[in-house]
């Protein structure tokens, strides 16, 4: 099994239809002041299995700050199907919303640990303080 891809995002979902729906994907915040918790950040992980990747895995994630001080950890059980008949692999989609502690600036990042191994790393850039934005229509230079 492996990491097709892994980002952060405002929202995700997966459709009746079973498509997987990602709104507002970003890799940079601004918050206002530090420390902050940046409410209900979307991650969201595709995995691709193939037939012998059927079984009980662990899937964990740990937020690591700029000095590599982890901030949180989770981990869980995944427990992944075989191929239906005729696919060559399985999509199995990962949607999780997470509060993220952010003590300072830099860019801070979230680990996919799957059975133990590192297997993507999500980097966000965070921008302490305030900034302001010109009025709509003007010209920046």
Do not use: Y
């Not at 919303?97 to 980097?123: F, K, Y």
């Amino acid at each position: 099994m492996h990491v097709s891809f892994a980002l952060f995002a405002d929202a995700a979902n997966i459709s009746q239809e079973g498509k997987l729906n990602i709104l507002g994907v970003f890799d940079a915040l601004q918050v206002a002041a530090l420390p902050a918790v940046h409410p209900r950040a979307t991650m969201v992980v595709r995995l691709k299995a193939h037939a012998e990747d059927a079984g009980r895995h662990t899937l964990g994630f740990s937020w690591v700050g700029p000095g590599e001080q982890e901030l949180w950890s989770s981990s869980g059980e995944l427990e992944v199907g075989p191929p239906p008949p005729g696919a060559i692999e399985l999509d199995v989609p990962v949607i999780a919303a997470i509060d993220l502690p952010v003590q300072v600036a830099g860019t801070h990042a979230m680990r996919v640990i799957l059975d133990g191994t590192l297997c993507a790393e999500l980097p966000l850039h965070v921008r302490g303080g305030s900034t302001t934005l010109p009025p709509m229509g003007a010209l920046v230079s």
